[in-house]
């Protein structure tokens, strides 16, 4: 390995075989250069005349972004893909975290540098916190092919895992019309859109863009007093509804008899999950006795109303 | 046309096991195909876990090895849903049937056809197994984590079975598969305590989602050859998978069933919903793109597997049993199979008293059901 200080320039980096990292912000980084310069030298490996940079993505973009003219580099003269990777590889992973996106193109570069698919599962998932199992692996991998947009949004989203694996059963096009949906909404909202949409388009084997563009969804759309966040939120329930339509039509039912007996939001009331069991609970909160017995005299006015008994008949 | 019997791609033998009658009995049924010894299984067995399509790799070949734990297992059934106090042999592991639900995609950590050819440490743990629970009448069977017939005139193990549980009542021994290999049980003496038991579908489902299974027609007509052999006979209709139209083909296999059975024969029919982990649902999508029964309106159970809408399951239990009781069937025991005590009490009109009333309901001498008192 040598050490040379070498025109920022010379550094080729359109060649991104080796990199991993794409989505970071510079500031901090630009700012301990100004103060301090660079410590830490990139590692760069010569390929076809040209220097290709292996590790310091973020070093050398933010050296570029100071007008550095030069910057000190290790040169490498390991000629094999993976094993040059491999030292970019170790030398973060002692260092540093890696986000869902960077395994993903970890796991990439492994599999397109030669390594063996079963040595990648046994021996570098683990290493990066992911399950040891083929579908794992497979799932990163898709990961990786997602459009640039998704990418960003995934990274600015900080999505998890979870939220984002729905978005490995749609086409590119399908992605980039989700898009604007899901970012308004949290993780679970999202996850749960996803797979309600999925879910319907498998089920009436209708196209998720068939779907997208329905005079109801569209109607959401084009609303002009609609929030982003609403507009996401409003087809989001839209779709649950579609997507189970028994349930929703007995929630439906079972609210709709809470506002005609005038049930009070301090009294709260509830179903079993899913109505998967008849039973039914009630929580209030009460500070002192007489708090106490009048929510309990509301609660026995409230049973005794005329259409109270049908709670219990829910269809 | 008849259904063609499995033969495995080739034999993975456990050094271990060369020597045991099992295994030479396995290679003398099987003649020409190509075996391997392991000697180290479980390296054998983590290579074959992570390659491409293992689960569908696994199901083309056989690995004879030993059962290193306990052969006898209670059910596991699940959490907050009644269960039935039911135990498992497992002997043989995983199917070469390719059913698009089978839990065993998820369950099984090791996905190759696996046969424990350690016999004789079976029957002494059956031995010490029955002894423990002397007097007592509970159900045991080989088919929970793999069909107890599919593999029969390879192992030939359910001669050996009835032969051991000949005579044991009031312990039930029960042979539970979707197979027509019924050679070597109409070649046996029947026993008054053995139940060879069918897992049955509406045909649309046998032939979309149940790969390398023979046709509903055969699985009962198999059945009629094996009571009028003089054995008794249980049927299983789960998983019922819900799509339009269901029940009324629901309803056609069991009028075919009841004219075909006497109703007489058959020792107990349960019924149970589709359901699963929601882990399991991504497998069916990757390994079953085609079909449809994922995407039914599920919901997560008490138990967290994803489930039927319980008006949807208990408007399907009602017209099955409504079915049954009316073809003749109103003595057969019917049971449910994890399903609530809600829906039993709506579904078939009481609600068993812990585990031990079932247990007595579904574990008396068949034939003797008239005399039960289900509370």
Redesign the interface.
């Known amino acids: 390995m040598k050490k040379k200080k070498l025109v920022l320039k010379e550094i080729f980096l359109k060649d991104e075989r080796y990199r991993t990292s794409y989505y970071f912000s510079l500031e901090k980084l630009k700012h301990s250069l100004k103060e301090v310069e660079l410590l830490h030298p990139p590692l760069i490996a010569l390929r076809n005349d040209r220097f290709v940079l292996v590790s310091g993505w973020k070093r050398v973009l933010a050296c570029a972004e100071l007008s550095f003219s030069y910057v000190p580099v290790l040169i490498t003269e390991e000629m094999d893909d993976l094993k040059t990777f491999l030292m970019a590889f170790y030398e973060n992973l002692a260092t540093r975290e890696f986000s869902l996106l960077e395994k993903a193109e970890i796991l990439t570069r492994l599999k397109r540098f030669g390594e063996d ?2 040595r990648i ?2 021996h570098y998932m683990p290493l990066l916190d992911i399950p ?4 794992y692996l497979d799932t990163y991998l898709a990961f990786s092919q997602f459009e640039p947009e998704v990418k960003k949004a995934i990274y600015e989203k900080n999505m998890s895992f979870l939220s984002v694996r729905p978005l490995v ?1 749609f086409s590119s096009r399908e992605r980039e019309w989700l898009l604007p949906l899901l970012l308004p909404l949290g993780q679970n909202k999202r996850k749960q859109l996803l797979e309600d949409i999925l ?1 319907v388009s ?2 009436n084997d209708i196209p998720v863009q068939k779907i997208l563009l329905s005079p109801e969804v569209r109607a959401i759309q084009e609303s002009g007093t609609l929030t982003p966040l609403q507009k996401a939120d409003s087809i989001r329930l839209l779709l649950r509804k579609k ?5 929703s039509s ?1 929630q439906d039912s079972f609210e709709s008899l809470l506002r005609k007996i005038d049930w009070p939001d301090e009294i709260a009331i509830n179903p079993s ?6 039973n039914f609970t009630v929580t209030f909160d009460f500070e002192n006795e007489k708090q106490l017995k009048s929510s309990l005299l509301k609660l026995e006015e409230l049973s005794a109303r005329k259409d109270f008994s049908k709670i219990f008949k829910l ?1 | 046309m008849p259904h063609l019997k499995f033969v495995p791609r080739k034999i993975f033998i456990d050094k271990e096991c060369r020597d045991m009658p099992l295994t030479k009995r396995i290679l003398k049924n099987l003649g020409q195909v190509p075996t391997e010894m392991v000697s180290d299984s479980q390296s054998f067995l983590e ?1 074959r876990r ?3 399509d ?1 689960i569908r790799q696994g199901k083309k070949d056989l690995f004879i090895t030993s059962q290193k734990g306990e052969f006898i297992k209670p059910c596991p059934c699940t959490p907050r849903y009644l269960g039935c106090n039911y135990f498992i042999i497992n002997l043989d592991l995983n199917c070469p049937l390719d059913c698009s639900y089978c839990i065993l995609q998820h369950y099984l950590y090791d996905p190759i056809l696996i046969v424990h050819a350690n016999l004789d440490d079976l029957w002494k743990q059956l031995d010490a197994f029955i002894d423990k629970n002397k007097g007592r009448s509970f159900r045991i069977g080989t088919g929970e984590l793999g069909d107890s017939l599919v593999l029969d005139h390879i192992t030939e193990n359910s001669k050996d079975l009835i032969s051991y549980f000949r005579g044991k009542g009031p312990v039930l021994f029960e042979l539970k598969t979707k197979t027509v290999n019924i050679q070597n049980i109409l070649e046996t003496e029947p026993a008054s305590n053995i139940v060879v038991s069918w897992s049955l579908n509406s045909p649309r489902v046998a032939r979309s989602e149940e790969a390398n299974a023979p046709a509903v027609e055969e699985r009962i007509d198999a059945a009629r050859r094996v009571a009028d052999k003089g054995f008794f006979v249980g049927f299983h209709f789960d998983p019922l998978i819900r799509y339009p139209a269901c029940e009324e083909e629901y309803e056609s296999v069991i009028e075919r069933l009841l004219k075909m059975v006497s109703p007489k024969k058959i020792a107990w029919i349960s019924l149970g919903s589709l359901r699963f982990p929601p882990s399991l649902k ?2 069916i ?2 390994r079953f793109p085609w079909t ?1 029964i994922i ?3 599920m ?4 138990d967290g597997k994803l489930r039927y ?4 399951r208990l408007n399907l239990y009602k017209r099955i049993i409504r079915c049954i009781k009316e073809n003749g069937g109103e003595k057969v025991p019917l049971y449910l199979c994890m399903e ?1 005590e ?1 829906i039993w009490r709506d579904a078939l009109g009481w609600v068993p008293r812990g585990k031990e009333s079932l247990e007595s309901y579904l574990s008396s001498p068949p034939g003797n059901f008239e005399s039960m008192n289900a509370s």
């Open positions: 698919e079963k599962i046994r040891a199992t083929l579908p059963e879910g498998r089920k997507r189970y339509p028994a349930f007995m999950p899913f109505f998967e069991e008849e269809k | 290579e992570i390659s491409r293992a991504q497998i999508q990757e449809q995407y039914e309106e919901i997560k159970g008490l809408f319980r008006p949807s609530s809600t």
